[in-house]
């Protein structure tokens, strides 16, 4: 009886494996939601990473987090790192790319609780007196981050807190226009 147990235990082990395997490496993730202004007057929610604060969704998750800024106050070359509770972790956000009213590029490195490398992006196309906004994730995963995506339905983790932060993105803007 016993040894079938660990038998059965081994195979159930062996199928999660396999599955993990084929699970695809390259991870993306992309929400998008209108706003009531124009690109000119959110952009500098998004290019200046001073005034995330305001509508990151993962500041409510640590205000206690230490963050820090570097580089120039926004745009290309601006930095922002931090280091919080379990929810958030630490790292560091790099600017990469920035086009004023158009697009912004992000390089995220991520040091706790796992080292890893993301890039993320906004984009902004005006319609009529709103503009879509969209937000998007991309990374790498090796086979432990599969695994965890797989366990924990990362993608629809990080899918809910762009969606959270795109809401708190266009209710600062909006409120800011009135």
Not at 12 to 27: K, T, Y
Not at 51 to 63: E, G
Not at 136 to 156: D, P, Q, R, T
């Amino acid at each position: 009886m016993l040894k079938k147990i660990l038998l059965a235990l081994v195979l159930i082990v062996a199928a999660f494996l396999v599955v993990v395997a084929l699970q695809p490496s390259e991870f993306s993730v992309e929400r998008t939601t209108t706003i009531a202004a124009t690109p000119e007057a959110i952009f500098p929610h998004v290019n200046d990473l001073h005034k995330w604060d305001a509508w990151s969704p993962w500041a409510k998750l640590d205000p206690n987090a230490k963050v820090g800024f570097g580089g120039p106050d926004a745009g290309e070359g601006a930095t922002m790192d931090w280091a919080g509770n379990d929810e958030v972790g630490a790292g560091k956000m790099t600017i990469t790319e920035s086009k004023p009213n158009d697009l912004v590029k992000f390089k995220i490195d991520f040091t706790e609780p796992f080292v890893g490398t993301s890039t993320s992006s906004f984009t902004f196309k005006p319609d009529g007196d709103k503009t879509a906004v969209s937000w998007g994730m991309e990374a790498h995963h090796k086979f432990i981050e599969k695994a965890l995506c797989l366990v924990s339905n990362g993608k629809g983790m990080v899918e809910g807190q762009l969606d959270e932060g795109l809401a708190k993105l266009k209710s600062v803007v909006e409120q800011a226009k009135s």
